[in-house]
């Protein structure tokens, strides 16, 4: 069972106020998701991106089964696109566009955030969003869970990196010619030990 289910139900309500829907479109502008484009969403949680968007091909990973059956009655076309499995477990296609939104990727096991390189198609992109320094979830102020999560492994994907309010995104691009994009040194360290564990840090608003 994930700590997501016990929140799913209000999960959106975290994230109804105008402050938090004018930084959705912020992003989206950001990502500039286009038609055709193929996506995986690593976290898709309850189907933010379907608010913004609708992708003909769409897989929509998360590790909260009831994360998911929200999503599914928000979009009934998605339901069939989604997949109850953490990241690190996932086996199946890659798309033209990987995104982990809102700080999605460092739930993910440091040592297997070079995957999503690997999948994403030759000619595609990735967009993935990690917690900033020092920041904590909105969920572990909101509640009283204390989700796990790592800090640092933004380290650990090649790419641009920016700065977007409490996050720090990376951008990287696989070459046509190659299925995969070439790993930085960081990459080659030890990278579950490289990134540290946060699960307790208190809640930083801004």
């Known amino acids: 069972m994930s700590a997501y289910d016990q929140i799913a139900d209000i999960y ?16 989206f502008d950001l990502l500039n998701w286009k038609s055709g484009e193929t996506v995986l969403d690593i976290g898709c949680g309850t189907g933010l991106f379907w608010e913004y968007n609708t992708p003909e091909i769409y897989i929509g990973l998360d590790p ?24 690190e477990d996932y086996v199946g296609a890659g798309a033209d566009l990987v995104i982990a ?12 955030v070079s995957k999503i390189a690997k999948l994403t198609n030759p000619g595609g992109r990735y967009f993935v969003m990690f917690f900033g320094p020092g920041y904590s979830p909105v969920v572990n102020g909101a509640t009283n869970l204390s989700i796990k999560h790592f800090m640092g492994s933004e380290a650990l994907l090649p790419g641009k990196q920016t700065v977007f309010n409490n996050y720090t995104i990376v951008t990287g691009a696989v070459s046509a010619q190659n299925a995969q994009t070439e790993p930085d040194s960081a990459a080659q360290t030890d990278p579950d030990n490289a990134a540290q564990t946060e699960p307790d840090k208190p809640a930083n608003f801004i």
Not at 64 to 87: I, T, V, Y
């Open 101 to 112: 939104l809102f700080g999605a990727a460092s739930y993910i096991r440091p040592s297997a």
């Open 64 to 87: 909260s089964d009831r994360m998911l059956a929200n999503f599914a009655a928000k979009f009934p076309q998605a339901e069939g696109c989604l997949k109850h499995c953490k990241f």
């Open 12 to 27: 959106d309500q975290l994230f109804s106020d105008d402050k938090s829907l004018q930084e959705n479109c912020e992003l």
